[in-house]
Protein backbone atom coordinates (compact mmCIF):
# COMPACT_ATOMS: atom_id res chain seq x y z
CA UNK A 1 0.00 0.00 0.00
CA UNK A 2 1.29 3.61 -1.16
CA UNK A 3 0.94 4.96 2.95
CA UNK A 4 2.38 6.11 5.55
CA UNK A 5 3.95 2.88 7.37
CA UNK A 6 4.79 4.13 10.82
CA UNK A 7 2.05 5.92 12.05
CA UNK A 8 4.15 6.52 15.56
CA UNK A 9 7.41 7.64 14.20
CA UNK A 10 8.95 9.87 16.37
CA UNK A 11 10.48 12.38 13.20
CA UNK A 12 6.99 12.83 11.53
CA UNK A 13 3.52 14.74 13.21
CA UNK A 14 0.30 13.78 11.40
CA UNK A 15 -2.60 15.94 11.73
CA UNK A 16 -6.01 14.09 11.92
CA UNK A 17 -9.24 13.55 13.85
CA UNK A 18 -10.23 10.13 15.40
CA UNK A 19 -13.55 9.55 16.29
CA UNK A 20 -14.73 7.11 18.46
CA UNK A 21 -17.58 5.19 20.61
CA UNK A 22 -17.75 5.13 24.62
CA UNK A 23 -19.09 2.45 26.65
CA UNK A 24 -21.75 3.56 27.51
CA UNK A 25 -23.11 4.20 24.00
CA UNK A 26 -21.95 0.97 23.16
CA UNK A 27 -23.96 -0.81 25.74
CA UNK A 28 -27.07 1.18 24.96
CA UNK A 29 -26.70 -0.14 21.10
CA UNK A 30 -26.62 -3.49 22.08
CA UNK A 31 -30.05 -3.17 24.21
CA UNK A 32 -31.33 -1.24 21.00
CA UNK A 33 -30.25 -4.58 19.09
CA UNK A 34 -27.26 -3.93 17.61
CA UNK A 35 -25.19 -7.57 17.19
CA UNK A 36 -22.46 -7.68 19.97
CA UNK A 37 -20.28 -9.08 16.96
CA UNK A 38 -20.69 -5.81 15.17
CA UNK A 39 -16.64 -4.79 14.28
CA UNK A 40 -15.60 -1.74 15.72
CA UNK A 41 -11.89 -1.90 14.01
CA UNK A 42 -9.34 -4.20 12.24
CA UNK A 43 -5.59 -4.90 12.35
CA UNK A 44 -4.37 -2.70 9.44
CA UNK A 45 -1.44 -5.49 8.49
CA UNK A 46 -4.03 -8.40 8.84
CA UNK A 47 -7.44 -7.17 8.80
CA UNK A 48 -8.18 -9.05 11.75
CA UNK A 49 -11.09 -8.38 13.27
CA UNK A 50 -9.42 -6.30 16.92
CA UNK A 51 -12.53 -4.74 18.73
CA UNK A 52 -16.07 -5.70 18.49
CA UNK A 53 -19.34 -3.92 19.79
CA UNK A 54 -20.08 -6.40 22.47
CA UNK A 55 -16.31 -6.14 24.02
CA UNK A 56 -16.88 -2.51 24.68
CA UNK A 57 -20.07 -2.71 25.86
CA UNK A 58 -18.81 -5.24 28.62
CA UNK A 59 -15.74 -3.19 29.75
CA UNK A 60 -16.15 -0.82 32.52
CA UNK A 61 -17.72 2.28 32.22
CA UNK A 62 -15.66 4.90 30.77
CA UNK A 63 -13.91 3.08 28.36
CA UNK A 64 -13.73 4.27 24.74
CA UNK A 65 -12.73 2.35 21.62
CA UNK A 66 -11.85 4.36 18.50
CA UNK A 67 -13.98 3.18 15.03
CA UNK A 68 -14.71 4.52 12.05
CA UNK A 69 -18.44 3.70 12.45
CA UNK A 70 -19.09 7.49 12.21
CA UNK A 71 -23.03 7.46 12.34
CA UNK A 72 -22.86 5.69 15.15
CA UNK A 73 -19.88 7.62 17.01
CA UNK A 74 -20.35 9.40 19.91
CA UNK A 75 -16.98 11.16 20.86
CA UNK A 76 -13.90 12.77 19.44
CA UNK A 77 -10.90 11.10 20.77
CA UNK A 78 -8.53 13.20 19.21
CA UNK A 79 -8.33 16.15 16.98
CA UNK A 80 -5.00 17.49 16.30
CA UNK A 81 -6.03 19.25 13.40
CA UNK A 82 -4.26 23.17 12.83
CA UNK A 83 -7.11 25.36 13.51
CA UNK A 84 -7.96 28.37 10.94
CA UNK A 85 -7.15 31.96 11.62
CA UNK A 86 -9.35 33.69 14.37
CA UNK A 87 -10.52 30.50 15.95
CA UNK A 88 -12.23 31.12 18.73
CA UNK A 89 -11.74 28.74 21.66
CA UNK A 90 -15.30 30.15 23.29
CA UNK A 91 -17.21 29.74 19.85
CA UNK A 92 -15.59 26.62 18.94
CA UNK A 93 -17.10 25.58 22.77
CA UNK A 94 -20.23 26.31 21.47
CA UNK A 95 -20.65 24.59 18.62
CA UNK A 96 -18.66 21.47 19.68
CA UNK A 97 -15.91 22.10 17.69
CA UNK A 98 -13.27 22.35 20.22
CA UNK A 99 -9.56 20.70 19.24
CA UNK A 100 -9.30 17.37 21.29
CA UNK A 101 -7.24 18.09 23.90
CA UNK A 102 -8.68 21.41 23.77
CA UNK A 103 -5.40 22.99 25.46
CA UNK A 104 -3.44 22.38 22.43
CA UNK A 105 -2.83 25.59 20.04
CA UNK A 106 -2.42 27.31 22.86
CA UNK A 107 -6.05 26.99 23.34
CA UNK A 108 -7.50 28.85 26.64
CA UNK A 109 -11.47 29.70 27.55
CA UNK A 110 -11.91 33.53 26.36
CA UNK A 111 -9.11 33.34 23.97
CA UNK A 112 -7.87 32.65 20.32
CA UNK A 113 -6.19 29.46 18.88
CA UNK A 114 -3.12 29.41 17.67
CA UNK A 115 -3.17 29.19 13.30
CA UNK A 116 0.19 27.35 12.81
CA UNK A 117 1.90 24.37 14.80
CA UNK A 118 5.91 24.10 15.61
CA UNK A 119 7.69 21.27 15.90
CA UNK A 120 10.72 20.43 17.02
CA UNK A 121 13.26 18.38 15.41
CA UNK A 122 14.94 15.46 16.91
CA UNK A 123 18.39 15.22 13.85
CA UNK A 124 20.48 12.22 14.95
CA UNK A 125 23.84 12.88 16.18
CA UNK A 126 25.92 14.45 13.98
CA UNK A 127 23.48 14.64 11.15
CA UNK A 128 24.06 17.88 9.18
CA UNK A 129 21.35 18.39 6.48
CA UNK A 130 17.84 17.17 6.50
CA UNK A 131 14.58 17.69 3.69
CA UNK A 132 11.51 18.35 5.62
CA UNK A 133 8.11 17.94 3.75
CA UNK A 134 4.67 18.27 4.16
CA UNK A 135 2.52 15.58 2.72
CA UNK A 136 -1.63 15.28 1.96
CA UNK A 137 -2.81 12.32 2.07
CA UNK A 138 -6.98 12.59 0.93
CA UNK A 139 -7.87 8.89 1.70
CA UNK A 140 -5.99 6.68 4.61
CA UNK A 141 -5.91 2.76 3.78
CA UNK A 142 -7.22 1.90 7.14
CA UNK A 143 -10.72 4.23 6.53
CA UNK A 144 -10.61 2.00 2.93
CA UNK A 145 -10.00 -0.83 4.47
CA UNK A 146 -12.56 -0.67 7.21
CA UNK A 147 -14.75 0.30 4.80
CA UNK A 148 -14.42 -2.76 2.52
CA UNK A 149 -14.32 -5.41 5.67
CA UNK A 150 -17.18 -4.08 7.39
CA UNK A 151 -19.31 -4.19 4.11
CA UNK A 152 -21.04 -8.01 5.48
CA UNK A 153 -23.28 -7.43 1.90
CA UNK A 154 -26.38 -8.25 4.14
CA UNK A 155 -27.91 -5.15 1.97
CA UNK A 156 -28.21 -6.54 -1.93
CA UNK A 157 -28.23 -3.05 -3.15
CA UNK A 158 -24.82 -2.34 -1.18
CA UNK A 159 -23.08 -6.00 -1.32
CA UNK A 160 -20.38 -5.60 -3.64
CA UNK A 161 -19.77 -1.51 -2.83
CA UNK A 162 -16.71 -2.42 -0.07
CA UNK A 163 -14.74 -4.67 -3.08
CA UNK A 164 -15.82 -1.97 -5.87
CA UNK A 165 -14.67 0.70 -3.17
CA UNK A 166 -11.46 -1.03 -2.70
CA UNK A 167 -10.77 -1.74 -6.23
CA UNK A 168 -10.99 1.96 -7.48
CA UNK A 169 -9.11 3.37 -4.87
CA UNK A 170 -6.07 0.65 -5.58
CA UNK A 171 -6.27 1.42 -9.10
CA UNK A 172 -6.70 4.97 -9.14
CA UNK A 173 -3.30 5.36 -7.37
CA UNK A 174 -4.59 4.64 -3.14
CA UNK A 175 -4.06 8.03 -2.72
CA UNK A 176 -0.64 8.32 -2.09
CA UNK A 177 0.27 10.70 -0.22
CA UNK A 178 2.30 14.16 -1.77
CA UNK A 179 3.79 16.80 -1.08
CA UNK A 180 2.55 19.80 -0.41
CA UNK A 181 5.18 22.11 0.89
CA UNK A 182 9.03 21.30 1.86
CA UNK A 183 11.86 22.94 3.16
CA UNK A 184 15.35 21.67 4.55
CA UNK A 185 17.45 22.29 7.25
CA UNK A 186 21.43 22.98 7.57
CA UNK A 187 22.71 22.30 11.40
CA UNK A 188 23.89 25.77 12.76
CA UNK A 189 26.23 23.61 14.98
CA UNK A 190 28.42 22.99 11.85
CA UNK A 191 29.90 25.76 9.78
CA UNK A 192 27.88 26.64 5.99
CA UNK A 193 30.19 27.94 3.41
CA UNK A 194 27.62 28.13 1.06
CA UNK A 195 27.51 31.17 -0.45
CA UNK A 196 24.62 33.50 -1.25
CA UNK A 197 23.17 33.83 -4.27
CA UNK A 198 21.60 37.41 -6.18
CA UNK A 199 18.64 36.70 -7.87
CA UNK A 200 18.70 39.15 -10.60
CA UNK A 201 15.56 39.00 -12.94
CA UNK A 202 12.09 38.09 -12.26
CA UNK A 203 10.20 38.86 -15.93
CA UNK A 204 6.60 37.99 -16.05
CA UNK A 205 4.67 37.14 -19.00
CA UNK A 206 1.56 35.23 -19.63
CA UNK A 207 0.97 32.68 -16.82
CA UNK A 208 5.00 32.66 -15.72
CA UNK A 209 7.89 34.26 -14.83
CA UNK A 210 11.56 33.87 -15.68
CA UNK A 211 14.00 34.04 -13.29
CA UNK A 212 17.91 34.44 -13.36
CA UNK A 213 20.21 34.55 -10.15
CA UNK A 214 23.88 34.93 -10.07
CA UNK A 215 26.34 31.82 -10.95
CA UNK A 216 28.21 30.95 -7.75
CA UNK A 217 29.48 27.38 -8.78
CA UNK A 218 32.11 29.44 -10.93
CA UNK A 219 33.40 30.70 -7.86
CA UNK A 220 32.87 28.19 -5.80
CA UNK A 221 32.72 24.63 -7.35
CA UNK A 222 31.05 23.23 -4.22
CA UNK A 223 27.67 24.47 -4.87
CA UNK A 224 26.13 21.79 -6.40
CA UNK A 225 22.69 23.71 -7.12
CA UNK A 226 19.89 26.02 -6.30
CA UNK A 227 17.08 26.44 -4.50
CA UNK A 228 13.65 28.52 -5.21
CA UNK A 229 10.98 29.67 -3.24
CA UNK A 230 7.64 31.59 -3.30
CA UNK A 231 8.50 34.33 -0.50
CA UNK A 232 4.96 35.00 1.70
CA UNK A 233 5.72 37.48 3.96
CA UNK A 234 8.64 35.91 5.52
CA UNK A 235 7.45 32.31 5.22
CA UNK A 236 8.64 30.43 2.46
CA UNK A 237 6.90 27.48 0.11
CA UNK A 238 9.20 25.45 -2.05
CA UNK A 239 8.81 25.94 -6.16
CA UNK A 240 11.86 23.63 -7.22
CA UNK A 241 15.12 22.68 -6.86
CA UNK A 242 17.61 22.81 -9.92
CA UNK A 243 21.41 21.88 -10.89
CA UNK A 244 23.44 24.10 -11.86
CA UNK A 245 21.38 26.27 -14.15
CA UNK A 246 21.22 29.93 -12.83
CA UNK A 247 17.71 30.05 -14.78
CA UNK A 248 14.22 29.21 -13.64
CA UNK A 249 10.46 29.62 -15.09
CA UNK A 250 7.92 29.49 -12.91
CA UNK A 251 5.41 28.26 -15.09
CA UNK A 252 0.95 27.70 -14.48
CA UNK A 253 0.39 30.67 -12.66
CA UNK A 254 -2.39 33.07 -12.31
CA UNK A 255 -2.31 36.13 -14.62
CA UNK A 256 -2.67 39.37 -12.29
CA UNK A 257 -1.39 37.80 -8.73
CA UNK A 258 1.89 38.98 -7.14
CA UNK A 259 4.73 36.11 -7.05
CA UNK A 260 7.99 36.89 -5.23
CA UNK A 261 10.72 34.94 -5.37
CA UNK A 262 13.99 33.90 -3.14
CA UNK A 263 17.01 30.92 -4.23
CA UNK A 264 19.88 29.61 -2.18
CA UNK A 265 22.57 27.54 -3.02
CA UNK A 266 23.01 23.53 -2.33
CA UNK A 267 26.58 23.17 -1.37
CA UNK A 268 29.14 20.57 -0.67
CA UNK A 269 31.32 21.45 2.25
CA UNK A 270 33.12 18.72 2.91
CA UNK A 271 34.05 17.52 -0.56
CA UNK A 272 32.18 14.23 -0.74
CA UNK A 273 30.08 15.09 -4.02
CA UNK A 274 26.59 15.25 -1.67
CA UNK A 275 24.74 18.09 -0.39
CA UNK A 276 24.58 19.02 3.36
CA UNK A 277 23.97 22.26 3.84
CA UNK A 278 22.44 24.68 2.51
CA UNK A 279 22.95 29.10 2.39
CA UNK A 280 20.91 31.78 3.87
CA UNK A 281 18.19 33.16 1.32
CA UNK A 282 19.01 35.66 -1.34
CA UNK A 283 17.38 39.36 -2.12
CA UNK A 284 13.30 39.21 -2.90
CA UNK A 285 11.97 40.00 -6.23
CA UNK A 286 8.32 39.91 -6.95
CA UNK A 287 6.69 40.17 -10.65
CA UNK A 288 3.24 40.09 -11.50
CA UNK A 289 2.22 37.63 -14.66
CA UNK A 290 0.43 39.19 -17.05
CA UNK A 291 -0.47 38.08 -21.09
CA UNK A 292 0.62 41.96 -22.65
CA UNK A 293 2.27 41.57 -25.70
CA UNK A 294 1.47 37.76 -25.61
CA UNK A 295 -2.19 37.59 -25.90
CA UNK A 296 -3.85 36.05 -29.29
CA UNK A 297 -6.52 39.02 -29.34
CA UNK A 298 -9.84 38.29 -31.22
CA UNK A 299 -13.68 40.21 -30.71
CA UNK A 300 -15.48 37.29 -29.55
CA UNK A 301 -18.67 39.47 -29.82
CA UNK A 302 -20.12 42.48 -31.68
CA UNK A 303 -23.54 43.90 -30.99
CA UNK A 304 -25.41 46.72 -31.57
CA UNK A 305 -27.84 48.71 -29.45
CA UNK A 306 -29.15 52.34 -28.39
CA UNK A 307 -30.12 53.86 -25.73
CA UNK A 308 -33.66 54.01 -24.02
CA UNK A 309 -35.01 56.05 -21.31
CA UNK A 310 -34.37 59.95 -20.07
CA UNK A 311 -31.72 61.19 -18.73
CA UNK A 312 -30.21 59.12 -15.59
CA UNK A 313 -32.13 55.93 -16.25
CA UNK A 314 -30.96 55.64 -19.79
CA UNK A 315 -29.59 51.86 -20.41
CA UNK A 316 -28.39 50.22 -23.60
CA UNK A 317 -30.68 48.36 -25.55
CA UNK A 318 -29.68 45.46 -28.23
CA UNK A 319 -31.43 46.02 -31.36
CA UNK A 320 -30.15 46.08 -34.67
CA UNK A 321 -33.35 48.26 -36.01
CA UNK A 322 -32.63 52.16 -36.30
CA UNK A 323 -34.18 55.04 -38.04
CA UNK A 324 -32.60 57.72 -39.86
CA UNK A 325 -30.63 60.38 -37.24
CA UNK A 326 -30.52 57.14 -34.66
CA UNK A 327 -27.37 56.80 -32.65
CA UNK A 328 -25.72 53.60 -32.90
CA UNK A 329 -23.93 51.99 -30.53
CA UNK A 330 -21.62 49.27 -31.23
CA UNK A 331 -19.98 47.27 -28.56
CA UNK A 332 -17.18 44.53 -28.92
CA UNK A 333 -15.87 42.06 -26.29
CA UNK A 334 -12.14 41.73 -26.61
CA UNK A 335 -10.67 38.72 -25.67
CA UNK A 336 -7.58 36.13 -25.21
CA UNK A 337 -8.35 33.38 -27.48
CA UNK A 338 -5.44 31.76 -25.58
CA UNK A 339 -7.44 31.51 -22.09
CA UNK A 340 -10.48 32.91 -23.33
CA UNK A 341 -10.14 36.01 -20.83
CA UNK A 342 -11.03 39.62 -21.14
CA UNK A 343 -8.65 41.99 -22.23
CA UNK A 344 -8.65 45.38 -20.83
CA UNK A 345 -7.45 48.97 -22.22
CA UNK A 346 -7.74 47.50 -25.63
CA UNK A 347 -9.61 49.69 -28.37
CA UNK A 348 -11.51 48.21 -31.29
CA UNK A 349 -11.33 49.47 -35.13
CA UNK A 350 -14.90 49.32 -36.94
CA UNK A 351 -15.39 49.70 -40.47
CA UNK A 352 -19.21 50.33 -41.82
CA UNK A 353 -19.39 50.25 -45.50
CA UNK A 354 -22.59 50.42 -47.80
CA UNK A 355 -24.25 54.06 -48.85
CA UNK A 356 -21.94 55.48 -46.45
CA UNK A 357 -18.15 54.06 -45.40
CA UNK A 358 -16.73 54.92 -42.22
CA UNK A 359 -13.69 53.75 -40.00
CA UNK A 360 -14.46 54.04 -36.04
CA UNK A 361 -12.12 53.55 -33.15
CA UNK A 362 -13.43 52.48 -29.78
CA UNK A 363 -12.85 53.49 -26.30
CA UNK A 364 -10.65 51.44 -23.85
CA UNK A 365 -12.13 47.92 -23.36
CA UNK A 366 -13.78 47.62 -19.90
CA UNK A 367 -12.13 45.13 -17.06
CA UNK A 368 -14.92 42.84 -18.90
CA UNK A 369 -13.27 43.43 -22.08
CA UNK A 370 -16.43 45.42 -23.67
CA UNK A 371 -14.94 48.36 -26.02
CA UNK A 372 -17.62 51.21 -27.28
CA UNK A 373 -17.92 53.52 -30.31
CA UNK A 374 -21.26 55.23 -31.32
CA UNK A 375 -22.01 56.28 -35.10
CA UNK A 376 -24.51 58.32 -36.05
CA UNK A 377 -26.41 57.56 -38.88
Given at each position: ?NT????????S??Y?AHY???????????????P??L????????G??????G????LPA????E?FH????N???????I???GF????AK??????I??N?????P??TY????????????????A???L?????????????T???N??IP?LA?E??N?????????MA???V?S???????T????A?TP?L??????NQ??D????????????????????D??GK???V?????TT??????I???????????T?Y??D?DG????????????CAV??N??????S?????T????G?GK??T??L???F???DSV??QA??????????????T?DI??T???TV???S?L??????AE?????
Open positions: MILDLHDPNKIEGMTQEWAATLTSLGYETPLSYDRETAVTHTLELAAGTSFTFVLNQVVKDNRPPYSYDEVRNALPPTQYGGSGGNYWDEVSLNPPSGASYDIKLYQPTSWEYIQFLLANGSFQGVLLDAWLNTGEPYMETSWHSTQACMPTLTAIPSQVLEWSNEHTTYPSVLGYKIYYQAYQFNQVGLTFTDTNTNGSEYCYVVSLDSGVIDCESNLSNILPNQGQAQVVSELVGKLTKNQFTTTLAAGIFKVVDTSTGLPIPNAVTIGPETLIGSDSAGIATWGT
